[in-house]
């Protein structure tokens, strides 16, 4: 099993910038592929960002493309999204997730993540 802990959400202004965090623990080696999701009351969730462990691909959504950057630092087991220029509409709870997947191809939103955090609340004021 992988446990999944996020931390680093917080309350900011418009154009400010936030790093969450996500810390690993358990049996890692099970995945490669590791993803930041978001989701506000009320609609669906959303992929922001993945990164293949494995690797160095990486993936956004259009929407915080050369605002976000996810990274990974094996050593420590840790997922980091740094968001910067943050907007109201990128108020949402953040999960982070993990998969295993073939190739770093495959580490997109729509892969099947079957391990998840309890979520870190991002609330960006105008």
């Known amino acids: 099993q992988v446990r999944l802990v996020e931390s680093g959400g917080g309350s900011v202004q418009t154009g400010g910038s936030l790093k969450l965090s996500c810390a690993a623990s358990?049996?890692?080696?099970?995945?490669?592929?590791m993803g930041w999701f978001r989701q506000v009351p009320g609609k669906e969730r959303e992929g922001v960002a993945t990164?293949?462990?494995?690797?160095?691909?990486?993936y956004y959504v259009d929407s915080v493309k050369d605002r976000f950057t996810i990274s990974q630092d094996n050593a420590k087991n840790a997922t980091y999204l740094q968001m910067t220029s943050l907007k109201p509409e990128d108020t949402a709870m953040y999960y982070c997730?993990?998969?295993?997947?073939?190739?770093?191809?495959?580490?997109?939103?729509?892969?099947?993540?079957?391990?998840w955090g309890q979520g870190t609340q991002v609330t960006v004021s105008s």
């Open positions: 990164i293949y462990t494995g690797g160095s691909s990486t």
């Open positions: 997730a993990a998969t295993r997947v073939g190739s770093g191809g495959y580490c997109r939103p729509s892969a099947v993540f079957g391990h």
């Open positions: 358990g049996n890692t080696r099970m995945t490669n592929c």
